[in-house]
């Protein structure tokens, strides 16, 4: 069988091969595409989850999924406090997709839409795309949770594939239906990551003095219910107790600005010159 498999392989892999060089690739991408091709057959990650588990019930399927992203319930913040069923929600929500070395993943300063978490494989952080790699993300790691909450918050760091990588993607579209039916999970977890979101950036060089108040109503909006209804007065009401809490973040994070400020500046003064 797994003789068939490699057959069926090569006959794809010499199909693409022509069909790429008939359009007049160069060489060295179609040598990229055939070692992708390979990558996916020596471990079985042709098919998608979905096709993977199609003929399982549903019972196995979410054990299968829970027991794959068991690392992401203890390392993400975010799925700490939530309970063990709107977790299971949304780990069944995750889709899989596999990178190439050297791919981008995300991109600076583009608005996202999803975040990742690294099943297999690692990623480089580059504060610019030339420049010297900040830190390496290895299996465990997640990025781009920041989007899921800020929809029009730009990524703050390139990411690129330093081997291949096989990631689990959640998009705020998925993650909102997850959540329809845990308002009080939702909560929490916009709270937590918007307090991450809050520390990473009071480490950073460039820091916005208000967090962007604006976008999480929208999103919050959107996902807890419309104005008129009772579930949209319910909704203004949880809406108000995160904006509160957003705005006490806010101060709290302004506040330690000016206080680093000062101390650079004082350090600066009795510097000798």
Do not use: C, N, W
């Given at each position: 069988r797994n003789g068939q498999r490699w057959t069926q392989h090569m006959e794809r892999m010499l199909s693409t091969r022509s069909a790429l060089k008939f359009l007049g690739c160069e060489e060295n991408l179609c040598e990229k595409v055939a070692r992708y091709q390979g990558f996916l057959t020596a471990f079985g990650l042709e098919k998608s989850m979905d096709e993977l588990t199609s003929n399982l019930s549903p019972g196995l399927r979410n054990e299968i999924m829970m027991n794959l992203f068991k690392p992401l319930l203890v390392?993400?913040?975010?799925?700490?406090e939530i309970s063990h069923n709107c977790a299971?929600?949304?780990?069944?929500?995750?889709?899989?997709?596999?990178?190439?070395?050297?791919?981008?993943?995300?991109?600076?300063?583009?608005?996202?839409e999803e975040m990742y978490f690294i099943l297999r494989g690692e990623?480089?952080?580059?504060?610019?795309?030339?420049?010297?790699?900040?830190s390496r993300k290895t299996v465990g790691d997640f990025f781009g949770e920041v989007s899921l909450v800020f929809p029009r918050q730009p990524r703050s760091a390139w990411i690129r594939a330093f081997s291949f990588c096989v990631l689990a993607k959640l998009t705020r579209e998925n993650l909102s239906r997850a959540l329809i039916a845990y308002p009080d999970d939702e909560e929490?977890?916009?709270?937590?990551?918007?307090?991450?979101?809050?520390?990473?950036?009071?480490?950073?060089?460039?820091?916005?003095?208000?967090?962007d108040k604006e976008a999480l109503s929208t999103i919050a909006r959107k996902t807890l219910g419309r104005p008129g209804t009772p579930e949209g007065s319910a909704a203004e009401a949880k809406l108000t107790n995160i904006e509160a809490a957003l705005e006490r973040l806010s101060t709290d994070v302004c506040d330690r600005i000016s206080r680093l400020e000062l101390a650079v500046r004082e350090l600066q003064v009795?510097?000798?010159g």
């Open positions: 390392s993400a913040p975010f799925f700490k299971e929600k949304i780990l069944v929500a995750f889709t899989k997709v596999v990178y190439s070395p050297g791919d981008i993943i995300l991109r600076r300063d583009d608005v996202g990623a480089d952080v580059l504060a610019d795309l030339d420049g010297e790699v900040l929490k977890m916009i709270e937590t990551i918007i307090r991450q979101s809050a520390v990473s950036v009071s480490h950073k060089t460039s820091i916005p003095k208000k967090l009795g510097r000798p």
